[in-house]
């Protein structure tokens, strides 16, 4: 046993492990795949010191392994879809060495095993906290759009913003508003999370909140995260049945925030699958969060902080970046449809989604200050 050569690898494991721990997460399309452990892609979002739309070579950094690792991702696997050329994959953490970025594990990406248009954006979002009960594991993100801010006068225009939300086709979820007043204190609501837009009006006359000037109203959605999203996060057979701060949870914490969740600049990933219950399916589809990767290093910021058309806060007021047209999105659903293998009668999942009785997250306090981000093209 030559133990210099064992003492040169483990400095050499620890030595990635630090520049991971130190490095950025990484957005890029791919481009080829030269082999099992190298990709040639292009960045979609500046990065290391590399602005978007340079083809890069991408390597797994050393003693990266596991189902979200680079060669797992490009081979696929019994439980893990691959990703194919054209592809957007987002990885957690990467850092530079002789030109070359060597990467962590995958965190959001699209892949085979994706059913139906599945979109890709960047938008301010939150997750919150996650919970695996009886019924199974949860956790949602809340998704806005501080550029389609605006000032409402009076109780008609709030419904009538809260329309036009739930009519948008993307992100899907429960259509909301995130609501401030003159004083900036927000509070947030959700179409079938809270109640119905009829009781938003009656609250808002009850209370007579915009006798005292004009309420600020950012465009939101809350989504559930998809099964292979809550297994960044949460290991149901652990029985988190307390609000939980996983590893995903607390990529949007910061101790300005006490303990609660901001909204950071994100890469997500969104489309349909099947929803499950008592871990069995309930024979309806529904939009879940397929992948999530927060994007350029950003302290997370509370909601009566997040910049938008109407108060900008010393940010840039974010729009959803959609990356995909319709007909792109049904072209690369097809193309995935007919390379997936047909489903076993009998498959097992991790369930999700409990009910409005078995709510996991509480309502934010707001602090922190954003910065704008964009989508390289």
Not at 13 to 42: F, H, K, Q, T, Y
């Amino acid at each position: 046993m030559d133990l210099g050569k064992l003492a040169n690898k483990e400095l050499s494991l620890n030595v990635a492990r630090d520049l991971l721990g130190r490095g950025e997460p990484l957005v890029v399309r791919v481009e080829r795949i030269l082999s099992v452990e190298e990709i040639e892609a292009s960045l979609l979002v500046d990065a290391l010191r590399t602005p978007a739309g340079t083809k890069v070579a991408i390597r797994q950094a050393p003693g990266v392994t596991g189902r979200n690792s680079l060669a797992t991702v490009v081979t696929g696997s019994d439980k893990v879809s691959p990703s194919r050329v054209g592809d957007v994959v987002a990885f957690s953490a990467a850092y530079e060495e002789n030109g070359i970025a060597l990467v962590g594990h995958a965190s959001a990406r699209e892949h085979d095993g994706l059913e139906g248009p599945t979109q890709v954006m960047t938008a301010m979002a939150r997750a919150s906290q996650s919970r695996s009960t009886k019924k199974g594991a949860s956790q949602y993100l809340t998704i806005t759009d501080g550029s389609a801010a605006l000032l409402a006068a009076t109780v008609d225009q709030v419904v009538a913003t809260l329309r036009e939300a739930a009519t948008r086709k993307w992100p899907g979820g429960n259509a909301g508003l995130i609501m401030r007043d003159v004083q900036g204190n927000a509070f947030e609501f959700f179409l079938g999370y809270d109640s119905d837009e009829n009781y938003l009006a009656d609250e808002l006359r009850h209370h007579g909140t915009l006798e005292n000037g004009k309420l600020e109203l950012i465009p939101a959605w809350r989504v559930p995260m998809g099964r292979d999203q809550l297994m960044r996060e949460i290991d149901p057979r652990k029985g988190e049945t307390k609000a939980h701060s996983g590893s995903v949870t607390r990529m949007f914490e910061h101790e300005t925030l006490r303990g609660k969740q901001g909204f950071v600049p994100c890469l997500i990933v969104t489309g349909d699958e099947d929803e499950w219950s008592f871990g069995a399916r309930t024979g309806k589809r529904h939009r879940v969060i397929a992948g999530v990767q927060p994007i350029m290093g950003r302290v997370p910021v509370a909601a009566d902080r997040l910049p938008s058309a109407v108060r900008k806060y010393g940010g840039h007021p974010n729009s959803i970046l959609s990356l995909h047209d319709d007909a792109t999105m049904e072209r690369l659903a097809s193309a995935r449809a007919a390379r997936r293998p047909e489903k076993p009668r009998e498959e097992r999942a991790a369930p999700q989604a409990p009910g409005r009785e078995e709510r996991e997250e509480e309502r934010p306090r707001n602090r922190g200050i954003p910065q704008g981000f964009r989508l390289g093209r």
